[in-house]
T-cell receptor, first 115, second 115 residues
Framework: GAVVSQHPSRVICKSGTSVKIECRSL??????MFWYRQFPKQSLMLMAT?????????EQGVEKDKFLINHASLTLSTLTVTSAHPEDSSFYIC???????????FGPGTRLTVL | DQQVKQNSPSLSVQEGRISILNCDYT??????FLWYKKYPAEGPTFLIS?????DKNEDGRFTVFLNKSAKHLSLHIVPSQPGDSAVYFC??????????????FGTGTRLTIIP
């Protein structure tokens, strides 16, 4: 099946710094990528949807200036958490949809801890 | 506002018996439902889905039942095998199929199959 990777798998940073998370589709071209966030004991919540070469569409309540999404190529999307704060500590997971498929394939996720 | 609910955070089932995972939803606009399976350190993988025009969909050992009037769906696994031990997420969308349609997830149920 299609493989989606995320890097890094875990990151610990100081409050006020920015963190970049990469999401790559390894064996297919992803026309659309989705970014989710999961807080402890809560469900995966969609943050934004990005299509290659265009601006991301953010869900209500998600600050686009804080969570910068770049989908510059058909195999890579990045999420940058700017000026991270402890409340941004969460599990961030991406998914990708291939041009030729309707299914979303998920990455393994990135655990962000902001001190 | 949790639109998709999985009220059982965990479930233990003897190997060979039937596992039944439940999911309730509140949004009557949802018309497509999916189950995902997630192993530790991996992303969720698609398991089985059902459209609201059906009340049952079967794929091998996995069967999903949909009760629209009760806004309830369930996943049956029979017979349960040790490899089925994982976290199972229920998800729903407005719009048929996968793709750009936003997925709303439940909080997950951790299934443990006892050998």
């Amino acid at each position: 099946g299609a493989v989606v990777s995320q890097h890094p798998s875990r990151v610990i940073c100081k409050s006020g710094t920015s963190v970049k998370i990469e999401c790559r589709s390894l064996d297919f071209q992803a026309t659309t990528m989705f970014w989710y966030r999961q807080f402890p004991k809560q469900s995966l919540m969609l943050m934004a949807t990005s299509n290659e070469g265009s601006k991301a569409t953010y869900e209500q309540g998600v600050e686009k200036d804080k969570f910068l999404i770049n989908h510059a190529s058909l195999t890579l999307s990045t999420l940058t958490v700017t000026s991270a704060h402890p409340e941004d500590s969460s599990f961030y997971i991406c998914s990708a949809r291939a041009r030729t498929s309707n299914e979303q394939f998920f990455g393994p996720g990135t655990r962000l801890t902001v001190l | 506002d949790q639109q998709v609910k999985q009220n059982s955070p965990s479930l233990s089932v003897q190997e060979g018996r039937i596992s039944i995972l439940n999911c309730d939803y509140t949004n009557s606009m949802f018309d497509y439902f999916l189950w995902y399976k997630k192993y530790p350190a991996e992303g969720p993988t698609f398991l089985i889905s059902i459209s609201s025009i059906k009340d049952k969909n079967e794929d091998g050992r996995f069967t999903v039942f949909l009760n629209k009037s009760a806004k309830h769906l369930s996943l049956h696994i029979v017979p349960s095998q040790p490899g089925d031990s994982a976290v199972y997420f229920c998800a729903a969308s407005v719009g048929l199929g996968f793709g750009n349609e936003k997925l709303t997830f439940g909080t997950g149920t951790r299934l443990t199959i006892i050998p």
